[in-house]
């Protein structure tokens, strides 16, 4: 059983994978139809006959992941943030069909993007992409997943903050990108990066925290443009 909090709702996952909701149902991010507010756990009735292992919720979006590594969207999807190849918003569930083929085992959500982390350790996002908080070395939005290709190392964890991103990879090393108006991808602030940083970490945690606001990254890191590795710690 698991449980998630985003912007005025929250979520939880049963141990038999059914999934509830409640709070605000502003563009539809509770995954029922013509819900405006809920204040008592509701079922997402979209997603009855699927065991669901994993949920994440965003702004005004959410993701869902079934134990056979399946993804599911639903809520606001101006900047393509579910992946359907549309800016549409949507109060129903539907899976991310681009990615039926890929085995995803972990998802995250930010105000406006969405990211995903198959079993080979690669990373695919999508959404808004307006301060380079999808990788891909642009400023576009991107309404299907794209492989973030410039990774060196396999990746074992995600995480989205607001419009920021980082990731942790088997050898320790974390990636940030994304938005840094306040310092959260761990180098100098007011900058905005689009290629993605690689930083040594000294301690044995491989976690990473994007945060739902605009901070919490969990690493100082190098404000070098470049892949270069740093040996600055974790810290809490």
């Known amino acids: 059983m698991s449980v998630n ?36 756990p509701r079922q997402i009735s979209d997603l009855k006959g699927q065991r669901i292992v994993k949920i994440a919720l965003g702004y005004y979006h959410a993701a869902a992941i079934n134990d056979q590594g399946m993804v599911f969207t639903w809520g606001r999807g101006i900047t393509g943030q579910l ?57 576009l939005r991107q309404s299907l997943p794209i492989k973030v290709t410039n990774f060196e190392d396999r990746i074992c964890q995600i995480s989205c903050g607001k419009r920021h991103t980082a990731a942790v990879s088997q050898e320790g090393f974390l990636y940030t990108w994304g938005s840094n108006e306040y310092g959260q991808l761990g180098r100098l602030v007011n900058t905005t990066k689009l290629i993605l940083k690689k930083h040594n970490t000294q301690t044995g945690s491989t ?20 892949l270069q590795q740093t040996t600055h710690q974790f810290y809490n």
């Open 83 to 139: 992946g359907r190849g549309n800016i549409v918003n949507e109060d129903s569930v539907q899976p991310v069909s681009s990615l039926q083929s890929i085995l995803i085992t972990d998802v995250s959500c930010g105000e406006s993007h969405t990211v995903a982390l198959s079993t080979e350790g690669e990373v695919y996002t999508w959404g808004g992409g307006q301060l380079g908080q999808l990788g891909h070395g642009d400023f």
């Open 5 to 40: 909090a985003g912007y005025n709702y929250s979520g939880a996952v049963t141990a038999q994978g059914v999934v509830y909701t409640w709070g605000s149902g502003e563009f539809g991010r509770l995954g029922y139809t013509d819900v405006r507010r809920q204040t008592i």
């Open 207 to 226: 976690s990473a925290a994007g945060g739902s606001q605009n901070h919490g990254c969990s690493a100082k890191t190098s404000p070098s443009m470049n």
